[in-house]
C-alpha cells in the first residue's frame, strides 16, 4: 500500500526558497500523478500543483504559478516541490498526494475529483521576517 511522507518545511524570510520531499513507501511513483496541496490557518485547502503520471505534465495554481515547481525523481521515489520566491501568504501546511489516475489532463485545481489513493501527513512552511 502506498505510503507518503512529507519533508522539508520550516521557517524561511520572504524572498527565499524551499524544497518540500514527498517520499513514498510501498509502491514506486511512476504510476502516479502527485499533487501538492496546502491548508492556511483557517481556511480551506488549496491545490497548487499537480504532475501527470507520466511526468509530461504539470499545471500550478494562479496564486503560485512562476514559483513553484512540481518534480518526481523515480529512482528515489520521491517527488518535490521547489518553491523560490516565497510571499507571507504562502504560510500553510503543504500536503502531498497521489492519484493514480493516468489522466494526461489533471490539474491541481480538479485533482481530488479524480480520486487520491494516498495522502501524506503535511509539513508546515512559515515565512516570516
Known amino acids: 500500500q502506498l505510503q507518503l511522507v512529507e519533508s522539508g518545511g520550516g521557517l524561511v524570510q520572504p524572498g527565499g526558497s524551499l524544497r518540500l520531499s514527498c517520499a513514498a513507501s510501498?509502491?514506486?511513483?511512476?504510476?502516479?500523478?502527485i499533487g501538492w496541496f496546502r491548508q492556511a490557518p483557517g481556511k480551506e485547502r488549496e491545490a497548487v500543483a499537480s504532475?501527470?503520471?507520466?511526468?509530461?505534465?504539470?499545471n500550478y495554481a494562479p496564486s503560485v504559478y512562476g514559483g513553484f515547481t512540481i518534480s518526481r525523481d523515480s529512482a528515489k521515489k520521491t517527488a518535490y516541490l521547489q518553491m523560490n520566491s516565497l510571499k507571507l501568504e504562502d504560510t500553510a501546511v503543504y500536503y502531498c498526494?497521489?492519484?493514480?489516475?493516468?489522466?494526461?489532463?489533471?490539474?491541481?485545481?480538479?485533482?481530488?475529483?479524480?480520486?487520491?489513493?494516498?495522502w501524506g501527513q503535511g509539513t508546515l512552511v512559515t515565512v516570516s521576517s
Open positions: 510501498g509502491a514506486t511513483l511512476d504510476s502516479y500523478a
Open positions: 498526494a497521489a492519484s493514480s489516475n493516468r489522466f494526461e489532463g489533471i490539474i491541481a485545481a480538479t485533482f481530488e475529483s479524480h480520486g487520491v489513493d494516498a
Open positions: 504532475l501527470s503520471a507520466s511526468g509530461g505534465s504539470t
